[in-house]
């Protein structure tokens, strides 16, 4: 909770919890520090917390990460993602059009949800025959706790066979979508191996769905928590872009990140010998008052607001400006469609699943 964060940042800001053999941190600089140094801090972390990121770029340490960075940055380019907003207005128009026919809106369930798995589904090419298949995917559990190991490899293999299939089809007949943009880009002379287009994909599918879901979900509790917000962006939808930023450093879908010292690290006055895991708190340095004002109050005008919710370095989000794209087209529309919205049940429950804290359900009643 964040006022354990609190208590943390001010007592033990870096903290080694012998019950788990996890070494914490919760301050905005320390959290930076390890994001910064690749070096030190690696990110081949993965083993513990599930089988299922094992050898995709999230968990490759540079220069090996460079590499295949550059590749991915040559197919997500912000034209490929300009592209979907088309797309993404219609298919959140499609859904809004459904939930007013029902007269009966649960944000995660009708919208927050299908909107990111379409529009993962649409930027990889995935035909829309094969959405029912992609549905059961996006509700599996992709980063398994330990003991659960065994299922996140399972469907990872499930996922590969599907994808070997579709990526043998568009590197015979190129389209205009990313797995066909991802087969033919190439960094000095070298493409992407079959095994690195595959990982790719089951990445890009884990990374962009609950995430994006969780941003849309957690924009309707801020914005519910604060009615006059919620009108203040009803009358002026310019100030959206911003207000989302805020909801991305106050309830952030993803609260902390992995990494293993490769050497021994001296980090706020303690000493991490190599080998550790490190679990950095984003979600606490996004509520440091060293860093932010008044932490705990939800701004929407707060400049400069360098949060680190879509985290900070080499591995800094790919999808950050399609989460955005997504947030900033389909939340002013909820808010002109839906009119005033309120929430109907109190306080909604949050899941730790793997690195995503997830809201289950968000039942709101809606005026329109
Ligand atoms: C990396 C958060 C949406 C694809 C990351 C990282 C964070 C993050 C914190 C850094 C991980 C680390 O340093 O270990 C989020 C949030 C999102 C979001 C909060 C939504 C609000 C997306 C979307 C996509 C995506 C929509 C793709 C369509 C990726 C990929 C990486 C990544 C491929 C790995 C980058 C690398 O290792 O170089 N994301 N993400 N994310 N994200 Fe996102």
């Given at each position: 909770?964040?006022?354990?964060?609190?208590?943390?940042?001010?007592?033990?800001?870096?903290?080694?919890?012998?019950?788990?053999?996890?070494?914490?941190?919760?301050r905005y600089d320390d959290v930076l520090n390890v994001l910064t140094d690749y070096a030190r801090f690696s990110s081949n972390a993965f083993e513990?917390?599930?089988?299922?990121?094992?050898?995709?770029l999230l968990a490759k340490d540079p220069p090996e990460h460079r590499k295949l960075r550059n590749l991915v940055n040559q197919a997500f380019t912000p034209r490929a993602v300009a592209r979907l907003a088309d797309r993404i207005t219609q298919i959140t128009q499609e859904l809004l059009d459904a939930v007013l026919a029902k007269g009966e809106l649960d944000v995660v369930a009708d919208i927050a949800f299908p909107?990111?798995?379409?529009?993962?589904?649409e930027l990889l090419g995935v035909p829309d025959q094969d959405w029912d298949i992609f549905q059961r995917w996006a509700q599996a559990d992709p980063s398994a706790p330990p003991a659960r190991r065994l299922a996140g490899r399972t469907m990872r293999q499930e996922m590969e066979e599907y994808f070997t299939d579709l990526i043998a089809e568009r590197r015979r007949v190129p389209r205009e979508d990313l797995i066909s943009a991802l087969c033919q880009a190439e960094v000095d002379g070298q493409k992407l191996s079959q095994n690195e287009l595959l990982s790719f994909c089951v990445l890009l599918l884990a990374a962009g769905q609950e995430t994006t879901k969780n941003l849309i979900a957690n924009a309707i509790v801020c914005f519910t928590d604060y009615p006059d917000v919620m009108e203040r962006l009803r009358r002026q939808p310019e100030l959206m872009p911003a207000a989302i930023e805020e909801v991305l450093r106050f309830l952030p879908?993803?609260?902390?990140?992995?990494?293993?010292?490769?050497?021994?690290?001296?980090?706020?006055?303690?000493?991490?010998?190599?080998?550790?895991?490190?679990?950095?708190?984003?979600?606490?340095?996004?509520?440091?008052?060293?860093?932010?004002?008044e932490p705990?109050?939800?701004?929407?005008?707060?400049?400069?607001?360098?949060?680190?919710?879509?985290?900070?370095?080499?591995?800094?989000?790919?999808?950050?400006?399609?989460?955005?794209?997504?947030?900033?087209?389909?939340l002013p529309l909820m808010l002109q469609r839906l009119g005033r919205l309120e929430r109907v049940s109190g306080v909604p429950i949050m899941v730790n699943r793997g690195l995503v804290f997830v809201i289950r359900s968000l039942p709101i009643a809606f005026e329109a």
């Open positions: 909770s964040f006022a354990w964060f609190a208590a943390m940042r001010e007592a033990h800001p870096v903290f080694f919890h012998e019950g788990t053999g996890i070494w914490q941190v919760f513990d917390v599930g089988a299922f990121f094992e050898g995709t909107l990111p798995a379409k529009v993962i589904a879908p993803v609260w902390f990140l992995l990494r293993r010292t490769t050497i021994e690290v001296e980090l706020g006055g303690q000493r991490i010998p190599p080998g550790q895991n490190v679990l950095v708190w984003t979600a606490s340095a996004n509520r440091d008052p060293a860093q932010f004002p705990d109050r939800f701004l929407i005008e707060r400049s400069p607001n360098r949060h680190l919710a879509f985290g900070h370095g080499v591995h800094y989000c790919v999808g950050a400006p399609l989460a955005r794209l997504e947030a900033k087209i389909a």
